[in-house]
């Protein structure tokens, strides 16, 4: 068990929904980082939050957001949803940088 | 830009056979390089980072820059070796620091 909860564990909604995964990180740990992974293009970085700011964007799409609140936990919103964004959604935490923990990860399908 | 890049998307080897991943990746400064792993059913977790040269459950990855690669290697795979396994490049920069992921190899030990 790394520290890291992410809820809900699975996700099932409509096209053209809103939803919200939410994540805490591991005690501590200032950094979080979310990331989406599709069977065909793995592990791709969305966003990353340092101590309540935006610190790094990735391939994040303008439909989707996020933000992390002062306790530190972090939450991504995805709205106007697509098929195409039935993925897993992983969150990370990191004090350093490079050893990133990541949560169990949250599965949305879109149907 | 930073890229990794794991050419197999699966790969199966019998069960005390050498093992071999490959990790080719792209980056104009100084990388830092690491192997995740995630195990069926579990989350995904730092296997081993180049700077600390360490063995992990007897795995072990060499950084070649000449060659730009880290391979992973294990001289006798074993059938709890099976999971799929990530390249990830570290870097630093706007005051960040983060992962880039290769698409994962997936590790099959046959019996």
């Known amino acids: 068990d790394s520290g890291v909860t992410q809820t809900p564990k699975h996700l099932i909604t409509a096209t053209g929904q809103r939803v919200t995964l939410r994540c805490s990180p591991r005690?501590?740990?200032?950094?979080v980082y979310w990331y989406q992974q599709s069977l065909d293009q793995g592990l791709q970085f969305l966003i990353q939050y340092y101590n309540g700011e935006e610190r790094a964007k990735g391939n994040i799409l303008e439909r989707f957001s996020a933000q992390q609140f002062p306790d530190l936990h972090s939450e991504l919103n995805l709205s106007s949803l697509e098929l195409g964004d039935s993925a897993l959604y992983f969150c990370?935490?990191?004090?350093?940088?490079?050893?990133?923990?990541f949560g169990p990860g949250t599965r949305l399908t879109v149907t | 830009a930073q890229r990794v890049t794991q050419p197999e998307k699966l790969l199966s080897v019998f069960k005390g056979a050498p093992v071999e991943l490959k990790c080719n990746y792209s980056y104009s400064g100084s990388p830092e390089l690491f192997w995740y792993v995630q195990y069926s059913r579990q989350r995904l977790q730092l296997l081993l980072r180049h700077i600390s040269r360490e063995s992990i459950k007897g795995f072990t990855a060499d950084l070649n820059k000449g060659e730009t690669s880290f391979h992973l290697k294990k001289p006798f795979a074993q059938e709890e070796d099976s999971a799929m396994y990530y390249c990830?490049?570290?870097?630093?920069?706007?005051?960040?620091?983060?992962?880039?992921f290769g698409k994962g190899t997936k590790l099959s030990v046959i019996p």
């Open positions: 990370a935490s990191s004090a350093l940088g490079y050893e990133q923990y």
């Open positions: 990830a490049l570290g870097y630093s920069g706007a005051g960040s620091y983060q992962l880039t």
């Open positions: 005690s501590g740990d200032l950094s």
